[in-house]
C-alpha cells in the first residue's frame, strides 16, 4: 500500500520560510516524478513545484526563486524549502507522486503565514 505522509507544515511570519518533508513507502521512489501541490481556501488546487526521475525541476511562477523541490531516493523522501513566504502561500501543501497509470497523494500539510 503506497503512503505519503508529509509533515513540516505550521504557521509562520511573512518573510520566514519553512521546510516541508513528504515520506513515501510502499513504491518504487525512485521511478516517480514528485511534485508538491497545494490549495487554499476557496481555490482549485495548483501545482507547486515537479522533481522528475532524473532531478529535473519546475516551478510555478508565483513561487520561483523562493522555493526549492529536492528528492533524497536513499530516505524515499522528497522537500519542499519555502523562503520568503507571504500570507498568499496559506494553503494546505499535498506531496504527490506520479508515473504512467499511477498517481498517488498524501493527506496534506497546512501552511499558515500571517503576522
Known amino acids: 500500500q503506497v503512503q505519503l505522509v508529509e509533515s513540516g507544515g505550521g504557521l509562520v511570519q511573512p518573510g520566514g520560510s519553512l521546510r516541508l518533508s513528504c515520506a513515501a513507502s510502499?513504491?518504487?521512489?525512485?521511478?516517480?516524478?514528485m511534485s508538491w501541490y497545494r490549495q487554499a481556501p476557496g481555490k482549485q488546487r495548483e501545482l507547486v513545484a515537479r522533481i522528475t526521475k532524473d532531478n529535473s525541476t519546475n516551478y510555478a511562477d508565483a513561487v520561483k526563486g523562493r522555493f526549492t523541490i529536492s528528492r533524497d531516493n536513499a530516505k524515499n523522501t522528497v522537500y519542499l524549502q519555502m523562503n520568503s513566504l507571504n500570507p498568499e502561500d496559506t494553503a494546505i501543501y499535498y506531496c504527490n507522486a506520479a508515473k504512467i497509470l499511477y498517481n498517488h497523494w498524501g493527506q496534506g500539510t497546512q501552511v499558515t503565514v500571517s503576522s
Open positions: 510502499g513504491l518504487v521512489f525512485s521511478f516517480y516524478a
